[in-house]
């Protein structure tokens, strides 16, 4: 880091590599967890997550909270993001049972977590190709540096299945990953530098058959303040 930019959230950086890492190590050494065999993103998935009560009780949230979804870009094209989704009370008992588990599969600490988002994507929603790290080029950067810092990895639970439709898809990495309720996929943002990940590029395909509903779960570098 050179004095000219201070936490550069868009470049390399040993914080960020080092907490990286020792999430990467945890994942590897757990047995119920597999790794996507990809040499572009850190990601792992963890069948059978979160159980079938917990999903219906989660979706059972977001049905009663869902907003049509914001963009941190509010300009982009009104077709870029058409779920609705809502922030789930980090009190409630489910809410924090999950969100508990998704720290300590992880080892990290809950102070660098986000509250959980709760999305749903009825027939022909989605959520166009995105990050879901911060590009440091952009007016909130300077919110985000100051709240935490960049988010370094996503934990998104799938709460149903889709019969159709509605995988997240990364086309960098070439694969598509379907819904399945209950699995939990995670992903680092970054490379094994700290650096924002172009290749995590990914987006929700439109739903072609039935609800989808997640949670998510970002993680920043430093606890979150928001
Ligand atoms: O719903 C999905 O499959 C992906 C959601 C997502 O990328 C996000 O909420 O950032
Ligand atoms: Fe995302």
């Known amino acids: 880091m050179d004095s000219k930019t201070p936490d550069d959230g868009g470049a390399a950086s040993p914080a960020r590599a080092a907490m990286s890492a020792k999430v990467r190590e945890r994942l590897n050494r757990n047995p119920m967890v597999s790794r996507i065999e990809t040499p572009l993103i850190d990601m792992y998935v963890r069948h059978d997550f979160a159980s079938a009560q917990e999903c219906a009780r989660l979706r059972e949230l977001i049905d009663a909270d869902a907003q049509p979804s914001s963009l941190f870009a509010g300009s982009a094209s009104p077709d870029w993001r058409t779920s609705s989704s809502c922030h789930l009370d980090p009190w409630e008992a489910t809410v924090e ?107 929700a395909l439109p739903v072609a058959v039935g609800t989808k509903y997640v949670v998510t779960k970002w993680f920043r570098e430093r606890p979150w303040t928001p």
């Open 97 to 203: 049972a999950v969100s508990d588990r998704i720290c300590a599969l992880m080892g990290l600490a809950p102070a660098l977590g986000e509250t959980l988002q709760g999305q749903r994507y009825h027939v022909g929603q989605q959520y166009k190709a995105h990050y879901d790290f911060f590009p440091v080029n952009t007016d909130y950067w300077p919110r985000m540096r100051d709240s935490g810092g960049q988010r370094c990895w996503t934990a998104m639970v799938y709460l149903s299945g889709v019969a159709a439709g509605g995988e997240t898809h990364f086309p960098h990495a070439g694969f598509m990953v379907p819904p399945r309720e209950g699995m939990l996929l995670v992903w680092s943002n970054l490379t094994a530098d700290g650096a924002p990940n172009e290749k995590t590029a990914h987006a």
